[in-house]
């Protein structure tokens, strides 16, 4: 178990050195959030990502604290059976869900990289409420390039169908088929699409509840 957490540490940190020496963060905004305030819309400009955001995207979504309730409900329901449903087995699936996703993360962040691809969401809080349920959906499989423009999220789509076939390598012999890493497949992007509709929505909501830096955390599924 040891390994299979240390290996996400040290992806993180390898890809954290990589970014810095091939991408310097010479772009201005380099700490600036990576989510938009209350009143912020998908039109306002915002300047392109640095390799610093870049970096604290992927660390962000990958100490999700979502692993640990995801990691709890497949102890609590003994999914899959060859852990267990005792510490050590919660243990295990913590930590093939931590190294699928700083996998799945480091990927779509250091692959995006290459053709200018924005990882992080942009909200569009002016438009109605249907039309930002379609934005959350579509910002799902889309993402921004360096100019702003939309664009399909491809290392999105690379990372997280590549890093759940990749994980089979180190997942329980029963949890290790094709038919498996597509299913996770499926709930990372249905994943990814609640983390969008909570960004969506959640500032509105801190905000009529004057809660402060309320939404600093959220859910992020493996």
Not at 24 to 40: C, K, V
Not at 185 to 207: I, M, Q, S, Y
Request: proline share 8%; net charge positive; hydrophobic share 40%.
């Amino acid at each position: 178990m040891i390994y299979k957490v240390t290996c996400p540490i040290l992806l993180l940190a390898s890809a954290a050195l990589a970014q810095d020496l091939l991408l310097p963060g010479t772009l201005p905004g380099a700490l600036a959030s990576t989510s938009s305030s209350p009143g912020s819309s998908s039109s306002d400009a915002r300047q392109p990502i640095t390799p610093q955001q870049r970096i604290r995207w992927a660390v962000r979504r990958t100490m999700s604290p979502g692993v640990l309730f995801s990691a709890g409900l497949g102890t609590l329901f003994d999914v899959p059976k060859a852990y267990g449903t005792h510490w050590s087995g919660f243990g295990e699936r913590y930590a093939v869900r931590l190294s699928t996703l700083a996998v799945s993360n480091t990927m779509e962040a250091g692959l995006g990289a290459a053709w200018g691809e924005d990882p992080r969401y942009t909200r569009d809080p002016g438009a109605p409420f249907k039309d930002r349920i379609g934005h959350a959906l579509k910002m799902t499989f889309m993402a921004e390039n360096r100019n702003g423009d939309l664009m399909p999220a491809y290392a999105r789509l690379i990372a997280m169908p590549g890093s759940n076939f990749l994980s089979n390598n180190w997942r329980a012999e029963s949890d290790a088929t094709v038919l498996h890493a597509v299913g996770r497949t499926g709930f990372r992007f249905l994943g990814r699409f609640g983390n969008n509709a909570f960004d969506e929505f959640w500032p509105d909501v801190r905000h009529k509840l004057h809660l402060p830096g309320a939404g600093a955390m959220r859910p992020s599924t493996p």
